[in-house]
């Protein structure tokens, strides 16, 4: 009854409809915004203002937060340089769970504890939630949750919270939500275990290409007058006579060549590597970041609805957990993460996947097998979150600080993807008025008045010219039109010519993706400068299958390297170093990682060798895997009249084969022993072995990250 009270009180406060909570509504076209000044320049272009302007404000940093900066800054007619060690979007903001939350956990947070700050954020995601809807409409889409409801005394609680979300949310940004029963919220997501629920909500977030945003709102600023650039490396802060800072020395990661950058004010927004370039400002500068680490796996479509997702804030086992469908594929994540917090390694690990397939396990309908091999990719990134201090104390929002340092240098620690904007604009703020800058505009324009390049002429049914007019199968229409919005247009002109009657452009780097070969070209003028840029971020592959990004790894290299005018032996480096890459941070992990890679193959040493010249044989191409059928195939030749398939099935679910459909050498032979041999004691040594591992004091648990600081999250 208290937390209806509380929830009442709530509910009832007028500035809560008003949204007086530190935030106040703007009228929309207060302020026209300027128009683009250029067509997008290139890299070289930047490179060369460098040397020869005196900038208002450089950022260091290229993710969320710093791209919303230099888009802030330019369009208020600042000059505005920005400089990224990586790519765009390559760290934290690139691995996210695809939402712009609106902070249903900070809700939960501010009801149960009267938390004014709480609030705050949460208003503060649902505004800047539409304000990206409208500066990115081909980007960002509204996407259903499923809410499960356990117990009866639920049903009323979740009711009025998601009822209070709706209306702190502005009007006519937001769907409503509605009520399922038991049996109609499995017939809606039908993995669910239907004896451990009551019933489920539904309500909506939003959903977006993270990696494809991050990189618009640079290429943006770009063509308001900001000048960008990757791969650029500060190696050494500037500073004048005073001894504040007015510039850096980067160094460009592709030549080795040195630049000088001038500028007013710099502004520090490297996400948790802030610490670092703070210390180039004062070495006994004290920790302002901490941090969090996330993992999400990428699995197959059937393990998710393709237009509804499924957040459990509340399972069986005490952690949470969603399902979301993203381009065609299932991420999955959770709130407990299995890191020391000392561990400084930024990959995932096989105890990441195997603590998030064990969620999936206690989660989905016992009937359902969880296998390793469903894994297409998993990724994880380090959140930068604030240390607890009193200047962040006296933050209304609680979830990030603009620190000024003693030698004028701004630094950003905190925010997230439905904040970045709104964190953006307060740091320029704070740079004009410490850097005593003179913008053509005073405020910003990018909430209401902005829109990324392509939104501008783009409708959610614009993809039906590009089959009409070129010739192009609807689902890499789709794509194009809802990667690059009116942009589309430029990429089907440059396309290839399929050589077949339909389509009749648009040659595909592989079946299962509608990437196609212009889109390559196209990534180059958009800053791709390595071929991880192009697999990762200019097209998502790396981020939904790392097979297939390893299998057109030399398809694309081709092109880059006409493009770019690569030799044969960088060519052979960009792959070389690719393929580490997928295999280290997109959770195609070496054989040896495998934890069921020490247990024993019952056979003799020459069956070992008659096998593996079996395997060998049906390898032919040397890919170093072998489908299934042909394993099938094999048992025949070796004398099985009729192969176990139900064996069959059990020995793949229990080896957790790390392909789906196809099996390696010692997985092959795993196989052969179990079925030709029915001996399945193997398989219980196996599951303890696997057991055994998961319970090492080194797969630490840590707490959960207090919510005030987390910034809400699902």
Known sequence: MARFIQMAVMLGSSKLAHGSFGFEERTPGAEPVPQMKRELPTRKMCLEAFGRTQYDILIIGGGAVGAGCALDAATRGLKTALVEAEDFGSGTSSKSSKLLHGGLRDLEQAVSHLDLAAFRRVRCSLIERSHIGNMAPHLSQPVPILLPVHNWWEAPLYYMKLKLYHLIAPKGTTKTFQYLSADEAVEVFPMLRRQELFGAFVFYEGQHDDARMCLSVALTAARYGADICNHMKVVRLLKNKEGHVNGAEAVDQLTGRKYTIRAKVVVNATGHMSDNVRRMEDADAQPMCTRSWSSIIVM???????????????????????FLPWQGHTLVGTSHEPRDPMDNASQPTESDVQYLLEGVKNFVSPSFDVRRCDVLAVWGGFKPLPVPSDCLHYTKMKNHVINLGPSNMLSIVGGTWSSFRTVAEKTVNAAIRYG??????????????CKLDGANGWSPKMFIRLVQDFGMERDVAEHLSNTYGSNAFKVAVTADRSGMAWPIVGKRLHSEFPYIE??????VRDFACTLEDMVARRLRVAFLNVQVAEAILPQVANIMAKELHWSQEEKNRQIHKTRAFLHTQMGQ??????????????????????YATQFKVLDDKGTGYVSIADCCRAMKNLGVKEVPLDLMHNVLRDIDCHAQGKVNLYEFLLLMSAVVHGDMAYLRYARLYVDYKKKQPGNYIPNLVPMERAGGAL
């Open 300 to 322: 197959p479509r059937f393990y998710c609805p393709e237009d509804v997702g499924v957040f459990d804030p509340h399972t069986t086992d005490g952690r949470s957990i969603f």
């Open 518 to 523: 212009a889109e390559v070209r196209q990534g």
């Open 589 to 610: 992990l070496t054989k040896e990682d495998s934890p069921h890679m020490t247990i024993p193959i019952k056979m003799s040493v020459n069956q070992v060798r008659m």
């Open 436 to 449: 005593e800058l003179s913008p053509l505009r005073a405020n910003s324009v990018t909430a209401e008045s």
